[in-house]
């Protein structure tokens, strides 16, 4: 069995287009396991009960997603030294300008330039948080002081906790449902748990001292140990670091969706290319990984027409 090409549906019409070569997917860890359940791969059950033929049996397809876990702390600055101002008018304006004029100034990073990776357990032999700095404080939860301000976050980036995605409908107008189980296994909690003692400590160092001002997250909310797990659950977010939904593995292995040579695992002519073949998420920011994904799949689809 073999894809043939891809059907394009617009307000107007229908158009089939015949793949001369093979038809790749890279539309992401929500979008591309739709697309493979919406063209009738997946599990059979789900998809035989929204009326979706059935034309290739996999049913991992749109299992195993998962992204890194964050929560944050976030802090009032007693000095004006911030980027607050540059988020504002007039200085926005200046900001802009002086980007497009010499390349520099407030508006030519994204001000997440100082971070570090550090392990919960000291047996680990890889770091499982990721901490970083912003000397700004924004969302709606954080600016309603509406001043100077910087927030440190602690990214869970080996989640054990999975969700899914699942078509509700057989139209591709109808969004999927998905979701993380984020915090169903344990370990996550027990880790952000060390992350939060881990940014409370960063916090008070004396080279904060002289900027610290008050709490704004989580404030007076967390004033007990017993406080703590509530909070992060309370206030969890999620990174746009999701994978995992068209993992890749073995052919013999049921939970595979794509090969080693990303080839959706029993048909031919279709790969995936994202971040959702990931069988488990970088400990780290996934751009460089995808990038290098897709510089992989281009080498090997050029070997494969050699």
Not at 60 to 89: D, W
């Amino acid at each position: 069995m073999k894809a043939t090409g891809v059907v394009i549906i617009d307000p107007k019409k229908r158009q089939t287009i015949t793949a001369t070569g093979e038809s790749l997917i890279a539309a992401g860890a929500i979008a591309s396991p739709q697309l493979l359940q919406l063209s009738g791969i997946g599990s059979p059950e789900h998809l035989e009960s929204l009326g979706i033929p059935l034309v290739h049996d996999l049913p991992s397809v749109g299992e195993n997603l998962h992204t890194h876990v964050l929560i944050s702390l976030v802090f009032q600055c007693r000095k004006p030294v911030s980027v607050y101002t540059a988020t504002r008018f007039p200085g926005n304006l200046r900001a802009g300008l002086q980007w497009l004029t010499s390349k520099t100034g407030a508006a030519a990073t994204t001000h997440m330039d100082v971070g570090g990776f550090v392990k919960t357990e000291s047996g680990s032999t890889a770091p499982n948080l990721q901490c970083t700095f912003m000397p700004l404080a924004f969302g709606d939860l954080y600016t309603d002081f509406g001043g100077h301000g910087f927030q440190i976050w602690s990214d869970l980036v080996a989640p054990k906790s999975r969700g899914s995605v699942k078509v509700c409908a057989a139209d591709v107008k109808v969004n999927p449902q998905f979701g993380f189980n984020f915090l169903r296994n344990r370990e996550d909690m027990l880790a952000l748990r060390s992350g939060f003692e881990i940014l409370k400590d960063l916090s008070n160092q004396q080279a904060f001292a002289e900027f610290m001002g008050n709490e704004v997250n989580p404030g007076p909310q967390v004033k007990s140990k017993a406080d703590i797990e509530p909070w992060i659950r309370d206030t969890c977010s999620v990174s746009h670091h999701l994978a995992g939904t068209c993992r890749m593995g073995p052919r013999t292995d049921p939970d595979t969706v794509v090969t080693p040579d990303l080839k959706v695992n029993g048909l031919d002519n279709l790969r995936v290319v994202d971040a959702s073949i990931m069988p488990t998420v970088t400990r780290g920011n996934t751009h460089a990984p995808v990038i290098m994904i897709a510089e992989k799949a281009a080498d090997m689809i050029r070997r494969d027409q050699e």
